[in-house]
């Protein structure tokens, strides 16, 4: 948290500083994931990290998880390194760069047992990004806002012709407030189609 609130006067990474407020909103929020998902000895992919959230506070948490963190804005991922450094942490690291890309490089294609994202998109655009990096037998968990029905039930083709199963929803709240969040779990049980995903851009313009 001081670290963050510190390097937030230089560079925006959140608006969300009161300290009351950062441990509701970034780290139990974060966290929510553990009430849906054993998160004990993964491998786990953040996806649009951001700031660090949700990768961070999982970390902290579950030190035996290895993590890797991607996002396309190189500055936070270098105040995450600063984080990792500070705080003394062993498998975690960052990557620079677009989903579309990584998702089609074999080095990252298929090798995590859980991708998970809180990154603000459309939950067909999440899953293209997401799922081809998703093992067989892995899931995908992705945040997404209560209201969020109909924007489920539309990307449901798409997460079918990434080889993802039946969206499982799970609302929830956090803990000690009646704030309403939503997860929404998606397993995988075989290989995503090759083209998929397609070129940095196309995903967020033209949506499966």
Known sequence: YEMLVKKNKVMNLTRITDREDFYVKHILDSLLIAKVCDLRDKYILDVGTGAGFPGIPVKIFFPDTRLLLLDSVNKKLLFIDEVIDGLGFDNISTIHGRAEEFGQDK????????????????????????????????????????????????????????????????????????????????????????????KPGIPAKNPM
């Open 107 to 198: 080095k990252y294609r298929e090798k995590f047992d859980l991708v998970v994202s809180r990154a603000v998109a459309d939950m067909s655009v999440l899953s293209e990004l997401c799922i081809p990096f998703v093992n067989i037998g892995g899931s995908f968990i992705a945040y997404k806002a209560i209201d969020s029905d109909a924007e489920i039930s539309s990307a449901g083709k798409a997460i079918k012709l990434l080889s993802g199963s039946d969206a499982v929803v799970y609302d929830l709240e956090i803990p000690g407030t009646d704030i309403p969040r939503r997860l929404v779990k998606i397993a995988k049980s075989s290989a995503s189609p090759n083209k998929y995903p397609r």
